[in-house]
C-alpha cells in the first residue's frame, strides 16, 4: 500500500525557519514529481513550489529567495527548508507526490499521484 507522509510542521517566530519532509512508501515505489501546496486559514489551497523528475524546480514569487526544495529520491523523500517565515506563511501544508508503482507479477508500472495529510506551520510575528 502507498503511502505519503509529511512532517516537519510547528510553530515558529517570524524570520524563524521549518523543515518538511514528505515521504513516499510503498512496495516497489518511485517518487516522480512532487508539488508542496499549501492551505491558509479560510482560504483555498495553492501551490508553493513544484520539483520535477528531471531535477526542474518552480517556486511561486511569494517565496522565492526564502523557500528551497530538495529531494533524496534514494529515500523516495522531498524536502521543503522554509527560511525566514511570515505571518502569511501560516497554513497547513500538503505533499502531492507522484508515484511509480512496479507490479511483480505483471511487470506493469503505474503512475499517480498521492495526497498527504498535510502538516501545520504557524506563524506569529
Known amino acids: 500500500q502507498v503511502r505519503v507522509v509529511e512532517s516537519g510542521g510547528g510553530s515558529v517566530r517570524q524570520g524563524g525557519s521549518l523543515r518538511l519532509a514528505c515521504v513516499a512508501s510503498?512496495?516497489?515505489?518511485?517518487?516522480?514529481?512532487v508539488s508542496w501546496f499549501r492551505e491558509p486559514p479560510g482560504k483555498q489551497r495553492q501551490l508553493v513550489a513544484t520539483?520535477?523528475?528531471?531535477?526542474?524546480?518552480y517556486y511561486i514569487p511569494s517565496v522565492e529567495g526564502r523557500f528551497a526544495v530538495s529531494r533524496d529520491d534514494a529515500k523516495n523523500s522531498v524536502y521543503l527548508q522554509m527560511n525566514n517565515l511570515k505571518p502569511e506563511d501560516t497554513a497547513v501544508y500538503y505533499c502531492?507526490?507522484?508515484?511509480?508503482?512496479?507490479?511483480?507479477?505483471?511487470?506493469?508500472?503505474?503512475?499517480?499521484?498521492?495526497w498527504g495529510q498535510g502538516t501545520q506551520v504557524t506563524v506569529s510575528s
Open positions: 502531492n507526490a507522484g508515484i511509480q508503482r512496479l507490479t511483480l507479477s505483471t511487470g506493469r508500472v503505474e503512475e499517480r499521484d498521492y
Open positions: 510503498g512496495p516497489q515505489v518511485k517518487i516522480t514529481d
Open positions: 520539483s520535477g523528475r528531471s531535477g526542474g524546480i
